[in-house]
């Protein structure tokens, strides 16, 4: 039977009001036009009141707009530290200049790598005639101007001999009335400054020398923990609370020298670190967290009843000082490097080379080894075009190599010229001559594009004459035989960059990241594999630091270790050709 309720269903007829109507195409598309051609009157509008309230403004002012406009659109790295300057006060004296111009030099050197060094950890897109990033197209927000100040300044008596006025003038500079004042800025306004001393005390505890061990890292944390930063700034660099309330109460000087001393402290050098504190605190009884400091010392020594005396004083001082901890120990890569290498096996990237990398978490460390058979490939010094520098990349692309690696150390002008400071020779010219100070150490031999490393009591003018290229380094960090060449411990911290002679004749290249101390660094090169280490029979140290950089490309393998600035030459590895 069927459902008279399915039928009444079908016989009822569909009214217009259930039914949806859709408009024909034409009209959506009509509607649309119409839309849009409002919509375009409008902008069009709009463009015409714009353009005309523009030709009203002075022709400076659009200048500036574009500018401003151009600015803002482009990609742009944080900050631009210019070359430092020398204030006139600095060079009233003939010879007094020639002095005040090598320790431009220095300062400039130090100061500007140091900054650009702390910036770039702590995230900064940093542009600079010394950085490797080439960001010297892009505008930058702001400026980091540094002058170097002579106080008081420097002339020349009427009675004065020459030589009187010399010394006295150095007495002036190495006195402690040597400064660096850094000002940022942005579009040539100051925001804000801070004077760095250099005097005495500062210069012979060694805050600023990298070759003696104080992390340059912590040194220049109190420069700019003491300054006042924008905001961007601020919330980028992360300072913390009791940095902050301690760069309100003390001064730029006496919190470089709090971050020098827990440096060589943490390295192991508590006899550096409590003199630089006494000279912190003898300069400034009122540096509270410096007796503070010396407290933690004394205790780590077991003197006790001394470090009650240091934290009284402390307390006498001020009750409520800031607690910022002092960093007693920095945890060593190498123990748990020398594991990964005892474990590891070389990956090989082509006939005659291979290639060891390395990466551990705590502490964050990279190890990386580079291994190429001598008799399958050749070996050269590299230079760039101009005495401003190169990246290792740039080195092994334009010299047509599958590697390249930082050679020597270097020196650098305050116009940012890079020149060699030992002797260097490429394809029979002494490029920069020898370096009669260093009785240690060896060089690099290239004959016939087959490398040696000579010691430097067994160099002679029979191996010079018979080289095509030559370095010298002022470190053989494994002595012939397969010896640790470090002698005592150092507390600096650094990356490392060396060039080893295996026992089986291969030479390898090893790049250390991280905090590696000197003599661990040449433990990991000396002891045997079984040991954990690379079994070289010799290795001579090359620039380490943030020059420490490599360049590889070979077969599918493309490595790319980056420094922090350009080097001045580079050791380049070639393919042989048949």
Same mark, same amino acid.
């Given at each position: ?309 240091f934290e009284r004083k402390a307390l006498e001082i001020d009750k409520d000082y800031p607690r910022i901890p002092f960093v007693t120990k920095i ?26 990398? %390395?990466?551990? /978490?705590?502490? @964050? =460390?990279?190890?990386? $080894?580079?291994? *190429?058979?001598?008799?399958? !490939?050749?070996? #050269? ?63 690099? %031999?290239?004959? /016939?594009?087959? @490398? =040696?490393?000579?010691? $430097?009591?067994? *160099?002679?003018?029979?191996? !010079?004459?018979? #080289? ?42 090893v790049i250390a990241k991280g905090l590696f101390q000197l003599a661990e660094f040449a433990d990991l090169l000396a002891e045997t ?9 010799? =290795? ?39």
């Amino acid at each position: 039977m069927s459902d008279p309720s399915r039928n009444e269903i079908r016989a009822k007829p569909r009214s217009a009001s259930n039914v949806t109507r859709k408009p024909p195409n034409h009209q959506i598309t009509k509607g649309t036009f119409r839309y849009l051609g409002y919509t375009f009157q409008g902008i069009g509008a709009i463009a015409v009141a714009l353009f005309a309230f523009w030709k009203t403004l002075p022709q400076d002012t659009q200048k500036h707009a574009i500018e401003d406009l151009y600015f803002w659109l482009q990609p742009k790295a944080d900050i631009k530290i210019e070359p430092m300057r020398v204030a006139e006060s600095c060079k009233t004296v003939e010879k007094a200049n020639e002095i005040s111009g090598h320790i431009a030099t220095y300062v400039t050197e130090v100061t500007t790598r140091n900054a650009i060094r702390y910036l770039e950890t702590k995230g900064f897109q940093v542009y600079s005639s010394w950085a490797a990033q080439g960001l010297d197209r892009l505008p930058a927000r702001y400026s980091l101007e540094l002058t170097m100040t002579c106080l008081p300044r420097l002339s020349k008596t009427t009675n004065d001999s020459e030589q009187e006025a010399l010394n006295r003038s150095s007495e002036d500079l190495f006195g402690g009335s040597l400064f660096v004042d850094m000002e940022l800025t942005s579009k040539s306004m100051v925001i804000s400054s801070v004077r760095i001393p250099l005097g005495l005390p500062l210069l012979t505890s060694k805050v600023y020398d990298r070759k003696f061990g104080i992390n340059s890292d912590a040194v220049m944390a109190a420069v700019f923990e003491t300054m006042a930063l924008p905001s961007d700034l601020s919330m980028k660099l992360n300072v913390p609370a009791e940095s902050k309330a301690a760069a309100g109460k003390y001064g730029t000087s006496e919190l470089m020298q709090y971050r020098a001393a827990e440096s060589v402290f943490a390295g192991g050098d508590k006899d550096l670190a409590t003199d630089i504190l006494t000279n912190a605190v003898s300069a400034s009884p009122a540096f509270a967290i410096g007796y503070s400091a010396l407290a933690e010392i004394k205790r780590s020594q077991g003197a006790e009843a001394e470090a009650e005396a240091f934290e009284r004083k402390a307390l006498e001082i001020d009750k409520d000082y800031p607690r910022i901890p002092f960093v007693t120990k920095i945890l060593n890569p190498s123990p748990n490097v020398k594991k990964k290498i005892a474990e590891s096996v070389p990956t090989k990237i082509a006939e005659g080379a291979s290639v060891l990398e %390395l990466e551990i /978490s705590s502490p @964050p =460390a990279r190890f990386y $080894v580079f291994s *190429f058979d001598p008799k399958l !490939f050749k070996f #050269s010094i590299g230079l760039p075009p101009t005495t401003l520098g190169q990246t290792a990349r740039q080195f092994r692309i334009d010299n047509a190599g599958v590697f390249s690696i930082v050679g020597g150390t270097f020196n650098v002008d305050p116009e940012g010229n890079l020149a060699p400071d030992a002797l260097l020779v490429r394809r029979g010219v002494v490029m920069s001559p020898r370096n009669t100070e260093w009785d240690t150490g060896g060089f690099l %031999l290239i004959g /016939s594009g087959l @490398p =040696a490393i000579i010691p $430097v009591a067994e *160099f002679s003018r029979n191996k !010079f004459e018979q #080289s095509e290229d030559l370095l010298q380094s002022s470190l053989l960090v494994v002595d012939p035989g397969g010896r640790n060449g470090i002698r005592g411990r150092t507390p600096e911290l650094a990356d490392r960059a060396a060039i080893c002679v295996q026992i089986n004749g291969d030479i390898a290249f090893v790049i250390a990241k991280g905090l590696f101390q000197l003599a661990e660094f040449a433990d990991l090169l000396a002891e045997t594999k079984s040991r954990g280490g690379l079994g070289c029979e010799r =290795a001579m140290y090359l620039d380490g630091g943030p020059s420490a950089q490599a360049s590889l490309a070979l077969g599918s393998k493309n490595i790319e270790l980056e420094g922090q600035w350009v080097v001045p030459n580079a050791v380049i590895v070639h393919r042989r050709t048949p």
